[in-house]
Each structure stands twice: as C-alpha cells, then as structure tokens.
C-alpha cells in the first residue's frame, strides 16, 4: 500500500482556510485518496475522498493534482470545533482494502 | 441511526486476566472492522468480516486475540491472557460495502480503552 506523508501539526486561527497537503508518491492507478478527522476520545470520521482533480462536498475540499503524487485537503473557514488530527489514506485494492493511518496531522485552531 | 457502539468505553485489567470489546456495528453493515492504536503509535487494523466471516485477520498480532461476529451481527474480541503491551485504545469500525469497491467510507466507534497493569 502507498505510504503517506503529511505534516505533523498546524495552527491556524479561527476563520482562517486551512489547507493540508499529504504526499503519496507511489499511488497506485486505481487507489483513491481519503481523509478521515479523529477528535479527542473519538473514532475517526469519514471527511472526502477523491480519485483525482477536484472533489468538494459540505465540509472539504480535495484537490489532486494530475499526477495524483499529493493531495490538499481545504477546510473553509475553520473554527474552533475543527481542532482534531486529520488523516490521509490512500488504497484501494482488490477485495480487501486495509485503511493505513499515519501519523495524521494535528491541527489546532486559536481563537 | 445509531453509529457503531463499543462496550466498555474502559477497561482496566491485571497482567494474565482476559478481557472481551464488543462492538456493535451499525445494523444492515455486513462489513466489520477491527483496529487498535498503542500509545504513541498509528491505528493500526487488526482484522475484517465480512457477516460472520473472517475477511482478513492478517493484523492479530498473536494468538492471544480472537474475534467472533456470530450471526453476523455484534463482534467480539477477547485478549487471553492480557498482556502489558496491549494497552491501548480498541477501535471497531462498519461499512455497508466492503472497502475496495468504490467509495470505502467506514463508520467508526469511540473505542474501547483497555490498561493492563
């Protein structure tokens, strides 16, 4: 399965567009891109996947660029509420697809 | 809807007791996922049904976990004898199609948080 790499933590500020890029240099051609957030004391929740260029739904944005080597998850406007760790996976796989958390990328958003 | 529910939301044990998680996955998900994050480490999966089937369990780490999901429907997974190293928080996650077919979004619980002293 492609490994990911994203950033470890990020600030932002209340109102602010966050936007975190995750690194997935050997995507395969049928692996899709998903992002999950995890809360304190939560399991993690489902956030957007994509395949590549552009998918937007109520709560993220994904952009993939054509080589499919990266993808930016954006967070419009964030709040306070938004502060939780965010993980990018990527596979798809035959029958069984095993979701592979890295480290994820803890964001804190200040007042 | 109810989301997927684990029981209990603790557990605190002594080296060598046994322990069993339940998790109830969200109802008419054939699929159930199992996973667990150490202290300090990534969630790391742990093993899959499909209805009362194992799917794949290539995540157990040793023959001191197993998981049933009779009747398909509530999963169980024991820890006998407990170890120190199995510590950590115990997360269970459903989904209506199995991931690797289209959109592969599952539905997780809060998790079990389970200390072996």
Known sequence: LAKTTQPISMDSYEGQEVNITCSHNNIATNDYITWYQQFPSQGPRFIIQGYKTKVTNEVASLFIPADRKSSTLSLPRVSLSDTAVYYCLVGLSGGSYIPTFGRGTSLIVHP | ?117
């Open chain 2, 1 to 117: 809807e109810a989301g997927v529910t684990q029981f209990p939301s603790h557990s605190v044990i002594e080296k060598g007791q046994t322990v069993t998680l339940r998790c109830d996955p969200i109802s008419g998900h054939d699929n159930l996922y199992w996973y667990r994050r150490v202290m300090g480490k990534e969630i790391k999966f742990l093993l899959h049904f499909v209805k009362e089937s194992k799917q794949d369990e290539s995540g157990m780490p040793n023959n001191r976990f197993l998981a049933e999901r009779t009747g398909g429907t509530y999963s169980t997974l024991k820890v006998q004898p407990a170890e120190l190293e199995d510590s950590g928080v115990y997360f269970c996650a459903s989904s209506l199609i199995p991931s690797g077919r289209g959109r592969h979004e599952q539905f997780f619980g809060p998790g079990t948080r389970l200390t072996v002293l």
